[in-house]
């Protein structure tokens, strides 16, 4: 009998996933079901990205350089130098997707056994990267009723040890759609530079900022060279999820140094998703600007009337595509897994992402469920109904 | 100041780059030069590859499954049947890349710790992957005089410790090009069976097997069920280095649940990537002939060639396009970085791969280097001819 590594066998399953099965059985009953619990957008490609990939000729499908395709870099450091970030392309590295420069980060400055600090609720794919560099995540929490805002400095200081290495914000939020202002962010680089710790924030939603509020990032704090490291993607900003094109950005170049290295052991990023992320680089305004206001469209829509239901509470988000909700149930997983399971109006049900996977402290965030509001208007508004409708028949269940 | 984790400021660059500033440096002189060092093949990837890119249509880029597209899968299935591998398609895991195969194996079977026994010389990047991983590779050392055959079981067997979980073979082999036979595989499985170890393959030239030897898959022995793991790749097979794309086998359908889990926390392996390689499974006969015939004449011309050069020696590959070529000097790399550095022949130089970074046992393989035969004929005929007039030059230094 052969035995799985304990790394393999304790793996997490993504908590999102859970429920899948439930979905599938659903869909094979015949019910249609709205899923608001992924954050994979139905919001179309810019045309320009395919159009690059259907016009590149070439006779062979070579390698590019493991740091990224240069033009690509260059590309990337003016779209950053656009939205106020002044970086050169020599500090970028492409990465397969964000979560490779997570990895790499995870890898290159922490070791086995090291802490990191993420406000909680967090992204549950951070517990997949830090088993799979052997490190610890430490939460501190964050409340609904605080809107999920940065928790107070002296939770951090309580958690510190000599394990602690870095902290993790995730900016705009997945999953509450917090937006750290600028103040905020000075205390958390008081914090790590008091305490000499790594900040690493992971900026993919960077485009998604609402009511006016202005996204603050990591790199453009003072003083933080050495210890801000970003983690960026393309896959929420032109909605390209599946092509896997990340960046892993800091002016600390020990840092770049030693995940470029990392980077030559897996030789090359996907190069076809570099040349369809290059090409978006040429997106235009008119593009986010309609994929914005459709976003806008959807969050006011949706955060309003979920606000509506009895029982039920959403703090208006401020960035992102998420949202958190308090419903008026004892176990969040065990409604949703009701909504999919046992429930369905005029043939139709609503998946939702039980919250208590994006936390890490038992039992917090147990009646509450994220969900991210990725469809359309006519969609959200169906879901909206039919989750009005649940709660009705399951709390006189 | 901060400084990098250990396994940040300890992870090797490849021995292979190393090379890298002398051959630009050389290129920046005006020298021309002929890379026999990397395994990046000139050979056309199939026009069908990119007629799929070019005739798929989508509006969002979307995340695919995590395991991989299940009609990719299926045929991939298809294709491992094809040349005897009889699997399903649920056994099949598509990976970003073989790269991201082994390191999910690595993850899912082995502890931080653990020991894997490799024949070397072997590619230099398991290296990066075990570092990745935490485990320790543990080298048992095949010699030139063998044609780098497999190490006596013996030779494994005192390397074996608690810590041992495993073996890992490349075959046809990079960087050897030694084919292993049917019967060294069974001793394999006699030894991992006996020790309780997982047996590894990576298996990426397949396709390149020369005078009639057949290749052996790990998968294809007798009560390997549990113990056997395939990394795969359409690399070298199509000529499609730049797509990453990769696949992770097996019949123990822990490893497979266990990997996946990993694949979920980085969402999924690149669309446009497998579009491409699903698209391939229909290159045909013809395609592979074609590549076939031109690795096997460049294989039958520069091995017979270098092995006419004073001192050289190179055993004739049954496999794979590489070959390794034992040199008149006492130091390969000396050499190499000299014939970049020192060296031209009517403006032209070489670039070969120090042997030495392939060896993990300290001073083996140093008047050694690796060749790639990635270079169509008449550019391997003048590499030759500069080869030998270089060899001519540093003699008589």
């Known amino acids: 009998m052969l035995n799985l590594s304990e790394r393999g066998a304790k793996m997490p399953a993504s908590p999102i996933r859970k429920l899948v099965p439930y979905a599938e059985a659903a869909k094979k009953r015949g019910i249609k079901v709205y899923h608001l619990n992924i954050g994979q957008p139905d919001i179309k490609t810019p045309e320009i990205a395919f159009e690059a990939i259907k016009n590149f000729e070439m006779k062979t499908a070579e390698y590019t350089h493991s740091a990224g395709i240069e033009s690509y870099r260059k590309g990337l450091a003016g779209y950053y130098k656009n939205v106020g970030i002044d970086i050169n392309y020599e500090d970028i590295m492409i990465t397969t997707g964000g979560s ?20 909680e609720p967090y992204y549950t794919n951070y517990n997949g990267f830090a088993m799979q560099a052997g490190i610890k995540i430490v939460p501190v929490t964050s409340y609904i009723e605080d ?104 002016r600390n170049k020990k840092i770049i140094e030693a995940a470029l290295k990392y980077g030559q052991a897996r030789l090359s990023p996907p190069l076809f998703g570099q040349i369809a992320a290059e090409a978006s ?76 996977g994006f936390y890490a402290t038992p039992g917090a965030g147990k009646n509450q469920a994220r969900l991210a509001y990725v469809l359309k208007i006519e969609d959200l508004k169906r879901s909206v109904k039919i989750l009005e409708e649940a709660l009705k028949v399951y709390k006189n269940k």
Request: hydrophobic fraction near 40%.
């Open 147 to 250: 809107g999920f805002a940065l928790p107070p400095i002296a939770d951090f200081e309580k958690l510190i040890t000599p394990k602690t290495k870095a902290v993790l914000v995730c900016n705009p939020n997945n999953p509450t759609g917090y937006l750290y202002s600028k103040e905020e962010l000075q205390q958390l680089r008081d914090l790590v530079i008091k305490h000499n710790l790594f900040l690493f924030a992971d900026e993919v939603y960077r485009e998604f900022c609402y009511d006016g509020h202005e996204h603050f990032s990591v790199l453009n704090l003072d003083g933080l060279e050495e210890h801000a490291v970003l983690f960026d993607s393309v896959s929420k900003r032109y909605s390209e999820c599946g092509i896997r094109i990340g960046a892993l950005i800091s």
């Open 281 to 356: 680089l040429q997106a235009g305004e008119e593009y986010f600007k309609e994929v914005y206001d459709e976003y806008l469209e959807r969050r006011n829509y949706i955060i309003n009337a979920v606000n509506k239901i009895d029982g039920v509470f959403a703090p208006m988000p401020k960035g992102s595509f998420y949202a958190i909700l308090s419903l008026p149930v004892e176990s969040a997983e065990d409604f949703c897994v009701w909504l999919l399971n046992d429930f369905n109006y005029e043939g139709e049900t609503v998946m939702l992402a039980p919250a208590q």
């Open 100 to 119: 490779e420069a997570i990895i790499f980060t995870f890898m290159t400055t922490l070791n086995p056994g090291d802490e990191v600090i993420i406000p």
